[in-house]
């Protein structure tokens, strides 16, 4: 059974940085696309952040491109989000999450999601 463990959340203030990582045990790791979700509290989860298994292919959502960067190492089986210049909208609760079975980083692709790990940016 696939098991993520997220780390690296914490509090910051605006204009601040954190990395986020994920370690990922109990699948093939390098076989698999990988995301990072922020779910704020009684709204829908939004994918953040996505990496193909090679780390060709990424995607990140409108209001993250130039801030936040996510990268991969399958080697260590870890995949990573670094997070600049944060907002107070960045505040949620950020988990990774692995493709259900194959490369695609459409949302509705990934299942087996980590405990989440809290981002707090004070303004």
């Known amino acids: 059974q696939v098991q993520l463990v997220a780390s690296g959340g914490g509090l910051v203030q605006t204009g601040g940085s954190l990395r986020l990582s994920c370690a990922v045990s109990g699948r093939t790791f390098s076989s698999y696309a990988m995301g990072w979700f922020r779910q704020a509290p009684g709204k829908d989860p939004e994918l953040a952040a996505a990496i193909s298994w090679s780390g060709a292919i990424i995607y990140y959502l409108d209001s993250l491109k130039g801030r936040f960067t996510i990268s991969r190492d399958n080697a260590k089986n870890t995949v990573y989000l670094a997070m600049h210049s944060l907002k107070p909208e960045d505040t949620t609760t950020y988990y990774c999450?692995?493709?259900?079975?194959?490369?695609?980083?459409?949302?509705?692709?990934?299942?087996?999601w980590g405990q989440g790990t809290q981002v707090i940016v004070s303004s």
């Open positions: 999450a692995q493709n259900k079975s194959g490369n695609s980083l459409a949302t509705g692709k990934f299942g087996s």
